[in-house]
Nanobody, 125 residues
Framework: QVQLVESGGGLVQAGGSLTLSCEVS????????VAWFRQTPGKEREFVAT????????YIADSVKGRFTISKDNVKNTMYLTMNTLEPEDTAVYYC??????????????????WGQGTQVTVSS
């Protein structure tokens, strides 16, 4: 069974950087995309970035484009979200998600069937 485990969250000052990790364990052979979403209290999960598990296509939300990157380590079966020039508005719980189906809109949370437990990112001003 495939499991997603996030790590790397924490407290950082505005303008700082953090890298989140999403380790995909089990048998990830049928994973199609791995994405990052974020959520603040009272709001829906917001798409941040996604990348094909094969390492090809990737998409970044306009709100973080130029500041965040998504990358993969094929040996470690880990997807990373590197966040630079962080802003207080980036404060959220960040979730890693994976989809095993080729269907569905990549920027929508409902397209992903596997989720990690989430990791808190807090950016202080």
């Amino acid at each position: 069974q495939v499991q997603l485990v996030e790590s790397g969250g924490g407290l950082v000052q505005a303008g700082g950087s953090l890298t989140l990790s999403c380790e995909v364990s089990g048998r990830p052979f049928d994973i199609v995309y791995v994405a990052w979403f974020r959520q603040t209290p009272g709001k829906e999960r917001e798409f941040v970035a996604t990348r094909a598990w094969s390492g090809g296509e990737l998409y970044i939300a306009d709100s973080v484009k130029g500041r965040f990157t998504i990358s993969k380590d094929n040996v470690k079966n880990t997807m990373y979200l590197t966040m630079n020039t962080l802003e207080p508005e980036d404060t959220a719980v960040y979730y890693c998600a994976a989809k095993q189906s080729p269907w569905g809109v990549l920027q929508l949370a409902r397209a992903y069937n596997l989720w990690g437990q989430g990791t808190q990112v807090t950016v202080s001003s």
